[in-house]
């Protein structure tokens, strides 16, 4: 399920692209029943599933679809480093068009591509639990901006009719699918217009030797995930040299090894 030439000369050209369907319809619904209990009835979940990625969600954490397009995108070394849910009702929003462009060239987030091989910093994956239509709000992209290096004009930052740049784009989609976009590019979460919610899990995945986000995951979630998936988790470093042979932070290596809690403390 490597990237296709065609996805790879969307997220090339525009900054991200779309994965339809991949989730099946039961994975659906106790996805999106989790969320509804999460943001509306989390007494009613147990401790470990009252949060993404524990419970039903846990399952986005390494699906197939989306672990390979990370490692060719980032790296096969790469880590999850955020994860949180939407449910968003008509006229809600997420925010205006942030990110993109010179500004963003520090190499957690920048972009390039070298011999015909990608490399990006932070790749942000949509799981859209809705079905999205083009006028539903989802989120927008200004396309090609992961790339500029001038900035950007305030011509093209506005997200009222009308007045929006000719490059800002958004997707239609089925639900299930996943949407792929680089942290490098400008996009914003208008207000939503359908009076169906729009249900989301959003990631954000890594370089394995990079980390921008401090884990907020509640300790009780992230203790109810199996090794295998809390090795995506594990800590930023990629090679330990304090040993002969230096030992690699590979999945295997954690899944084997009977290190300590992933670390969930946050500061005030």
């Given at each position: 399920m490597s990237l296709t030439?065609?996805?790879?000369?969307r997220f090339d050209l525009a900054g991200f692209f779309v994965r339809p369907a991949i989730l099946t319809e039961a994975q659906i619904r106790?996805?999106?029943?989790?969320?509804?209990?999460?943001?509306?009835?989390?007494?009613a979940l147990p401790e470990e599933h009252q949060?993404?990625?524990?419970?039903?969600?846990s399952i986005l954490i390494d699906h197939p679809a989306v672990v390979d397009v990370i490692s060719e995108i980032i790296s096969p070394n790469f880590r999850l480093e955020n994860s949180h849910c939407v449910w968003r009702k008509q006229g809600e929003e997420h925010g205006e068009l942030h990110g993109g462009g010179p500004k963003q060239i520090d190499p957690i987030f920048g972009y390039r591509v070298?011999?015909?091989?990608?490399y990006a910093g932070?790749?942000?994956v949509i799981f859209e639990l809705t079905e999205i239509k083009i006028n539903d709000q989802s989120t927008h992209f200004l396309v090609g901006s992961h790339k500029a290096n001038f900035p950007i004009h305030n011509d093209h930052m506005s997200l009222e009719n009308g007045k929006r740049s000719e490059f800002l784009m958004s997707y239609s989609?089925?639900?299930?699918?996943?949407?792929?976009?680089?942290?490098?590019i400008c996009h914003a979460g208008p207000k939503w217009n359908s009076s169906e919610p729009r249900v989301a899990v959003l990631h954000a995945y890594s370089h394995l030797a990079t980390n921008w986000h401090r884990l907020n995951i509640p300790s009780k979630v992230m203790a109810g995930l199996p090794r295998e998936k809390?090795?995506?988790?594990?800590?930023?470093?990629?090679a330990d040299f304090r040993q002969t042979p230096a030992v690699l932070n590979t999945v295997d290596r954690f899944k084997d090894n009977n290190e300590g809690p992933i670390n969930t403390e946050t500061t005030p």
């Open positions: 030439e065609e996805e790879r000369f106790a996805i999106r029943e989790q969320i509804y209990l999460i943001k509306h009835n989390p007494q949060d993404v990625p524990g419970g039903p969600s070298q011999r015909e091989q990608i932070m790749v942000r989609c089925p639900p299930g699918s996943a949407i792929f976009f680089t942290e490098n809390l090795a995506y988790f594990r800590e930023p470093w990629v």
